[in-house]
Each structure stands twice: as C-alpha cells, then as structure tokens.
C-alpha cells in the first residue's frame, strides 16, 4: 500500500486512486439512487440567501450531476470543486453551475450559503479533520448549512478501511463527526440514514447525511 506522510504526497494518492477508477468506468456513485438521497437532504436543508441567490459549494463533484442539481433546484450559483477535471455535466436549466479544479484546503471563494460534502470526509487523514471542517465553517457565512454524507460505521466504532493504493475509506460513527464539527461552532440539525444496498464482509452498510448550521 502507497503512504505519504504529507499533506500534498496524499493529495496525489487520492488523486490518482479516483483518476483510475473513473477512467475504469468505476464511478459507481455517479448518478446512484444514494448520491440523489443525498441531494435530497442537502435541498431540504438548504438556508434562505440573505442577499440574493444563494451560494453553494459543492465539494468532490466528480462529473458535476449532483452541481446541475442544486443549481437547479435551488435556483442557485452552485461551485462544483475536484481535484480531477472529469466534468461533463449538462448545463442547468435554472441557477448556474461552475466548475473549479483544485484542492479544498485552498478554496477561497466565500461566503456560501450552503456547503455540500458528499463523501470527501472519509477519505481524509484521521489528523486533517479538524482543519478540514474549520476550513469549511470559515467558508461558510453565519447561518450557513454544511451537509456531510459519509460511510456510517456497521460496528458503532470510526475503523479506517484503505485501499491499496492508499486511498482511506473511514467508517465513521454519528457521535464522531457531530463532535468533530462541534468543535468548531457548527451545530448538528438534521439527519438521515441511507442504505446503500451493499454488503462487505458481513456488513449491510449504509450512508450518514449530516446538516449543520454554522453560528
């Protein structure tokens, strides 16, 4: 198994593990029942603009479906953000939606109104979440809403599952990310749990969506 013990050397490894899976056709995620759940919960959850459109991040669009589809249905000015250009997206019908390649530790375009991270959470190093999440909260303008997705935990316990090569997949338990985001000013609001239809090793698993406003 690949390891980097900096920050960019595992950029590069989730990079080019998602570079392959894409070329492969892997992308099963892209355009799943689970990934429109997810949009779902992030619509519902979305706050009001307080001036004019709203602004949303949309962080690891991948090809930029789930982007049109926030642009779309709230009308907004949507960023959909990669570290890979695999965007081929459709334009929107209503809203806009943008695309910005790049890392999300040095995305500056704030204030949003709405931030959504549909599995790019548990992908990351165990000792980059804090940063991750004070990056995302300062983004985000007061009273804005960060929706999470990532895998939820089968065994009530946060166990990393890597790949080999190198990527980490983390099984994540709802009191850990509510602490983890607690901890920089952000409020849990709103859950749901969604069934991937999927078992490993023994294992029904399912997805953990997470809304939470900033103060």
């Not at 990056?135 to 990393?160: D, K, M, N």
């Not at 749990?193 to 078992?199: A, S």
Request: net charge neutral.
């Amino acid at each position: 198994m690949r390891q980097e013990t900096d920050y960019p050397g595992y950029r590069r490894i989730v990079r080019d593990s998602f570079e392959h899976w894409y070329q492969a056709g892997k992308d099963s995620w892209t355009g799943a029942p689970t990934n429109d759940k997810v949009t779902d919960f992030s619509t519902a959850n979305a706050p009001l603009p307080v001036h004019g459109t709203r602004r949303v991040l949309d962080v690891g669009c991948g090809r930029g479906h789930q982007t049109v589809q926030l642009a779309e249905r709230l009308d907004a000015d949507v960023v959909g953000l990669d570290l890979l250009d695999v965007w081929d997206a459709r334009r929107p019908a209503h809203g806009t939606a943008r695309f910005r390649q790049g890392d999300f530790l040095s995305f500056a375009e704030g204030p949003v109104d709405l931030l959504v991270d549909n599995g790019c959470l548990h992908h990351q190093r165990r000792e980059e979440w804090p940063g991750w999440v004070e990056h995302g909260r300062a983004l985000l303008r007061p009273g804005g809403v960060w929706v999470v997705s990532c895998f939820l935990s089968p065994t009530a316990e946060v166990v990393a599952k890597p790949l080999a090569d190198g990527r980490l997949n983390w099984w994540l338990t709802e009191s850990a990310v509510t602490e983890l985001f607690a901890r920089s000013g952000l409020t849990a609001t709103q859950r749901t749990v969604i069934d991937r239809q999927f078992n490993y090793q023994g294992h029904w698993l399912k997805y953990l969506a997470l809304a939470f406003v900033r103060s």
